[in-house]
T-cell receptor, first 115, second 114 residues
């Protein structure tokens, strides 16, 4: 298996533009998590899905952020409009149904820079 | 509140010396505990996990961790550090139920000096 695949690896955009981050989880994993990593806050959980259904989005910073999981093999995290303070590394992770035992598998992340 | 505390932001260890990274957690239920490692520009890789049984668990790359319920701790150790161990290390806690989220500490950066 290729692991969790995130695209793009790097994104530089201007303030006010829409940004879409993409994630393909491992086949057979039914939970998907979006995290944001910054120096100040560390790893923050933004939202997670079970069986394509959003379970907890309380970590989404504000209405500018939205996430979808239209099917078991694809998820997007969208920021519209983007702001400089959104600059961070965004990680996607997926887990098997018994995630508590096996933990997550993380993607390599998308480094977002908003200028 | 559920939380994970890694008291040391940055640690420097000489190559060949022993290592201990501290992790304390606050969790309302039986904790499932994890250590992850992140190399620069990479995602997080699972080092080891604990959910029951022997409180000393072995992981990859020669790492081990000991769960101490009385101290709410899950410290990571390695007897002899290699230069390639320089990375950021994250402790995490979860409920151990399918489809629940992990809570991560803020990480400890390990530097290895020669």
């Amino acid at each position: 298996d290729a692991g969790v695949i995130q695209s793009p690896r790097h994104e530089v955009t201007e303030m006010g533009q829409e940004v879409t981050l993409r994630c393909k989880p491992i086949s057979g994993h039914n939970s998907l998590f979006w995290y944001r990593q910054t120096m100040m806050r560390g790893l923050e959980l933004l939202i997670y899905f079970n069986n394509n259904v959003p379970i907890d989005d309380s970590g989404m910073p504000e209405d500018r952020f939205s996430a979808k999981m239209p099917n078991a093999s694809f998820s997007t995290l969208k920021i519209q409009p983007s702001e400089p303070r959104d600059s961070a590394v965004y990680f996607c992770a997926s887990s098997e149904p018994s995630s508590g035992i096996h933990g997550y598998t993380f993607g390599s992340g998308t480094r977002l820079t908003v200028v | 509140a559920q939380s994970v505390t890694q008291p040391d932001i940055h640690i420097t260890v000489s190559e060949g010396a022993s290592l201990e990274l501290r992790c304390n957690y606050s969790y309302g239920a039986t904790p499932y505990l994890f250590w992850y490692v992140q190399s620069p520009g990479q995602g997080l890789q699972l080092l080891l996990k604990y959910f029951s049984g022997d409180t000393l668990v072995q992981g990859i790359k020669g790492f081990e961790a000991e769960f101490k319920r009385s101290q709410s701790s899950f410290n990571l150790r390695k007897p002899s550090v290699h230069w390639s161990d320089a990375a950021e290390y994250f402790c995490a806690v979860g409920a151990g139920q399918a489809g629940t989220a992990l809570i991560f500490g803020k990480g400890t950066t390990l530097s290895v000096s020669s």
